[in-house]
C-alpha cells in the first residue's frame, strides 16, 4: 500500500549541502519537527515560509543560503517507528562501558522525558535517536558505532 509523506531536509546553499533530517506523516508534523530541533538546540529565528513551484514547503532562515525544504512524496515504506522502550541500567551501563563514554557524554535512555520527547519529535524515529550521544542539554554530539 502506497503512503503519502512528509521528508524534511535541511539545505545550505553556500556549502552545496542537503541532509535529510526525518520523514512524517504529515507536513504539520514535519514543521514541528524543524521547530523541535531548534528548541532542543536553543535556537529561534525569524522565519520565510513559501511554496515552490513543485509544492514543497521551505523554510528559510538566517539568510537565503539555509533553509529547510518539506518535501510530499509516495511511498510503499513504513514511517520509523516513534514508540520507545528504556532500557534497563545494567543495559545503560554496558553499552557505556562497550562504547567508552566519558562523563559529559550521555546515551538516549540517560536523557530526562522531556529531552527525549523532543528528539523523537525533531528526528521522528527512535532508532535514529538512539544512535547518538547526547551532551547534558539533549544535543546530539557524536554518532555511535554498533
Same mark, same amino acid.
Given at each position: 500500500m502506497t503512503n503519502t509523506v512528509y521528508t524534511n531536509y535541511w539545505i545550505s546553499k553556500r556549502d552545496d549541502v542537503r541532509k535529510e533530517h526525518g520523514t512524517y506523516r504529515t507536513e504539520e508534523e514535519a514543521l514541528e519537527a524543524i521547530k523541535a530541533w531548534w528548541e532542543l538546540k536553543g535556537e529561534s529565528y525569524d522565519t520565510k515560509e513559501y511554496r515552490t513551484n513543485t509544492g514543497a514547503l521551505e523554510i528559510a532562515y538566517i539568510d537565503d543560503n539555509y533553509f529547510y525544504r518539506i518535501e510530499k512524496h #509516495? =511511498? #510503499?515504506?513504513?514511517? $520509523? &517507528? =516513534? &514508540?520507545? !522502550?528504556?532500557? !534497563? $541500567?545494567? #543495559?545503560? #551501563?554496558? !553499552?557505556? &562501558? &562497550?562504547?567508552n563514554l566519558d562523563d559529559h557524554l550521555y546515551l538516549f535512555d540517560e536523557l530526562g522525558e522531556p529531552y527525549r520527547d523532543r528528539l523523537i519529535t525533531a528526528m521522528g524515529d527512535s532508532e535514529k535517536a538512539r544512535s547518538y550521544s547526547y551532551n547534558e542539554e539533549g544535543i546530539p554530539v557524536d554518532k555511535l558505532t554498533k
Open positions: #509516495e =511511498t #510503499e515504506d513504513r514511517l $520509523p &517507528q =516513534t &514508540q520507545y !522502550k528504556l532500557k !534497563k $541500567p545494567g #543495559e545503560i #551501563e554496558s !553499552k557505556r &562501558q &562497550q562504547l
